[in-house]
């Protein structure tokens, strides 16, 4: 995850390794020209807020790395940067004029990036941030791929494999992630950072879950909590809610993880408070689309905000009227709000 996938090593120190990180973005910032140590310095606390369940904080911080010059390589980076981060919170916050906007930013970028670093770096973020919608586009399963792409830029190689896990997860090939996944990088001797560990355990907690192995399934949940109640590390685990509901249990009914747990809990897509169905629970995706609709949005500018084609938003729309029993938008937006 960012800058902290390398630099987050041992449990329970986040705090400290975050200023060993601060202090050397000081070193270069009296020793490179042109180099923001401030700025940079910002971005990492953001993610250390942003994994501690501090959204508003990690939200305002990343917000000025989007307002620089786009057309500068400097802007750019900047911009990709935001980019991972700020899209989680806007659907945390089910602020979808926060993420139109990103997704727009991503478009402009997407045009004018030049760099073959940047924009790999970008096309994976992108591709990212709409997994989390819950639908896999061709160019996300194109991503998927292009393994070379490992080899010609290393450096993207955590971000790069968290695409790939969430692309299996959103597509439900469960035993495909499995094979992927190794369990013995969970192990303390490991040379692999806490943050993959993290994520990693969380995914194989699901692999079992849902190949209906929870027994399994516990072990790999519990080493997760294991490396993130140290440092109070939510959001990895409010990000998967909707893929391990047996584990989530399992650990609530735990006296040890309830404090945990309930922060976890304050995150879930599940919980926030969005204007749903009794009948059935929705994808974000839906979540986001109804949302739009119920901002009046047009279908074409639902389109551009999921990038998408607008003839997929009225195929979405029209399962939406018959899954609920309604026959246009006025009936959509009355049904969600209890109106029905």
Partial sequence: FGQLVAYWQRPGELSQEIQCLRQLYDCCGQIIEGCDAALWQDAIIAEEQYLLG???VAKALMKPFLQGPLDQEDGQQRAIIALFLLPRIALFEKNMDDFAQCQ???QRLLDIVT???????LKITSAFVSCLLEEPSEKQSEIHEQLELLNRHPSLYDTFMSLRHRILLTMRKYQQLQLILDPQTLEGDSPVATMRKLYDSILLAIVEEQLGKMDKAKVFFAKALAMAEPDQVVMPFAEHALFCPQCLEWARQKQEHADFMAKVDAFSLEQVPVIKPVEDALTPREQFII????????????AKA????????KKRLSQLYHRFGVTNRTGLI????GKA
Avoid: P
């Fill in 54 to 56: 501090h959204i508003s």
């Fill in 104 to 106: 727009r930013v991503c």
């Fill in 115 to 121: 760099d073959d670093l940047l924009l790999t770096d």
């Fill in 291 to 302: 949302n739009m609709v119920s901002q009046g949005k047009t279908n074409q500018e639902i």
């Fill in 306 to 313: 999921l990038n998408i084609a607008e003839i997929t938003v």
């Fill in 334 to 337: 009355h049904k969600f709000r």
